[in-house]
């Protein structure tokens, strides 16, 4: 379909075709429009590139995934060439955050956030836990990859949430829960306090959030000082199985 060039531009603002494209409109060098289509054009077949990743701030990654969700949520999804986008990132990766989410076969960070190939690191285990794997992958999507986000994505109704509130005990489950129980006194709650009760469970599951961000500065030295510098922002968001909202949490 023929565009007239505001009706592209609106249409780059409303509907972009790739994740970051946006970002190039909020640098502190404006592009030209000219410059603009042409990178908008263009993105439709490459990943996220050095330059692109390395001229945002941490909040502006956050409002680009927050801008994703919602692309999500509305039907909106960016039209993409998968086989382009693995083409163009094969030389070279250059994603602009890491997410710990959980296993979930609901919640996958690519596909809420409406990311292509390349964009986003991703790390999941059931309960969104930190342990030291996982820290040294977010370490490596930092300090070595350059990535300006560490995003702890829980989810409602969490089956491991669940099963660390019933005590269940299976084989390894039995560790990785211990994992996620430390969040369970935490959590204030008024009410049944039971995993047949789904507010008390998103209220354990929001507290996991919380108590994995905070792992992630405990245990990551790494990390922790990327933070301070302002190099990278760690921080923590809940999924809503029912609405497709992530609501970020401070
Ligand atoms: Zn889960």
Redesign the pocket.
């Known amino acids: 379909m023929k565009r007239t060039s505001r009706e592209s531009m609106n249409h780059i603002a409303v509907d972009r075709r790739r994740f970051f494209s946006a970002a190039l409109g909020v640098c502190a060098i404006r592009p030209p429009l000219g410059f603009l289509s042409m990178q908008f054009a263009a993105s439709m077949s490459e990943s996220l590139t050095k330059e692109q990743r390395d001229s945002m701030i941490p909040s502006l990654v956050i409002e680009e995934l927050k801008k994703g969700n919602e692309r999500f949520r509305a039907g909106k999804m960016a039209p993409r060439d998968y086989l382009a986008e693995k083409r163009s990132s094969a030389s070279g990766q250059y994603p602009a955050a890491v997410i710990l989410?959980?296993?979930?076969s609901r919640?996958p960070g690519e596909i809420i956030f409406d990311a292509g190939i390349g964009d986003l690191f991703s790390g999941r285990v059931?309960?969104?836990v930190v342990n030291d794997d996982m820290l040294g992958s977010m370490e490596f999507a930092c300090a070595v990859s350059g990535a300006k986000l560490v995003l702890v994505l829980?989810?409602t109704?969490?089956?491991?949430?669940k099963g660390a509130i019933d005590d269940v005990e299976l084989g390894n489950l039995t560790g990785l829960l211990a994992r996620v129980k430390p969040a369970i006194p935490r959590t204030k709650y008024e009410g049944e306090k039971s995993s047949k009760n789904p507010a008390y469970v998103d209220a354990v599951?929001l507290t996991n959030v919380r108590v994995a961000v905070e792992n992630i500065r405990r245990r990551s030295p790494v990390l922790e000082d990327l933070e301070k510098k302002g190099s990278i922002q760690i921080t923590g968001a809940m999924y809503n199985l029912a609405n497709g909202v992530v609501e970020f949490v401070s």
């Open positions: 989410g959980c296993v979930d919640v059931a309960g969104n829980g989810h109704a969490c089956g491991a949430i599951a």
